[in-house]
């Protein structure tokens, strides 16, 4: 089994108090926690091993959306603060686990990503709408999580998963999937967010493509060309012969 964490504990000392902090890095569970009560258990022996408020680093693509849920679940348990901090990216399952934070903060050049649940499947129609069902269910369960830090609307969330959503550090902080963003010693800076924050949407990108593609393409109607008639220019002739 490859874990895609890794904790450092720091003992106290006459200045400073015990530290707990765990790094999630990679591909969220390569080998699915689906119907694995061994992974979830060492996971959770690890996090109850210890006691205190905790710091949670996140650099991650995503990944198991079984495994970040049940992560989800146990960091939400945690007695302690959780002080979740983002410092490359958090896309798709990761952001999900980046909700359990107590205090979620993001590096200035840190990215979150949200996008509708997929999955594999193979059979006939019955099992296809079974597929169907099953993914609409766990896009109801991921949005709780956003629903729960955001306070954003279930509708707003929704459409943002749909367009596969890109959001910048003040992006997140306004939309309020984080609290605040890094600085130099790892708290919140004070700073004015700026005029024009980024969200990159990739069903946005596409459309307007396909928009400009259809004016160029587009044929202009057929118009009368300008000039006299023939008959004009006959009556002009007569006038002119006279």
């Known amino acids: 089994m490859k874990k895609f964490w890794k904790w450092k504990n ?7 108090p015990a530290e707990r902090t765990l790094f999630l890095n990679g591909t969220i569970a390569e080998e699915s926690w689906f119907d694995d009560d061994i992974t979830p258990q060492l996971f959770k022996e690890e996090l109850m091993a210890g006691s205190g408020d905790i710091i949670v680093w996140i650099n991650s693509p995503g990944g198991d959306c079984v495994a970040a849920a049940q992560i989800y679940n146990m960091l939400m348990d945690y007695k302690g603060d959780v002080t979740v901090k983002i410092d490359g990216i ?3 399952a990761a952001s999900v686990i980046a909700m359990a934070g107590t205090q ?7 990215m979150i990503m949200i996008h509708n649940p997929a999955t594999i499947a193979w059979g006939d129609t019955a099992e296809m709408q079974k597929a169907i069902e ?16 955001t306070g954003l609307s279930r509708a707003k969330l929704s ?19 984080v ?20 969200l990159y949407s990739k069903a946005a990108v596409v459309n307007s493509l396909m928009d400009k593609i259809a004016a160029k393409c587009a044929t202009k109607p057929k118009t009368e060309p300008a000039g006299r008639s023939v008959d004009s220019l006959y009556e002009r002739l007569d006038l002119l012969k006279n």
């Open 10 to 16: 720091q003992a106290a000392t006459e200045t400073a």
């Open 159 to 177: 459409h943002l998963m749909d367009a596969e959503t890109w959001m910048d550090a003040h992006k997140a902080v306004e939309l309020g999937f």
């Open 90 to 92: 958090a896309a798709s």
């Open 179 to 198: 609290d605040g963003i890094l600085g130099r010693a790892d708290l919140p800076e004070a700073v004015e967010p700026p005029a024009v924050t980024m």
């Open 134 to 149: 099953m993914l609409a269910s766990v896009k109801d369960s991921i949005i709780n999580a956003y629903e729960i830090k």
């Open 104 to 110: 979620v903060l993001i590096s200035p050049v840190g």
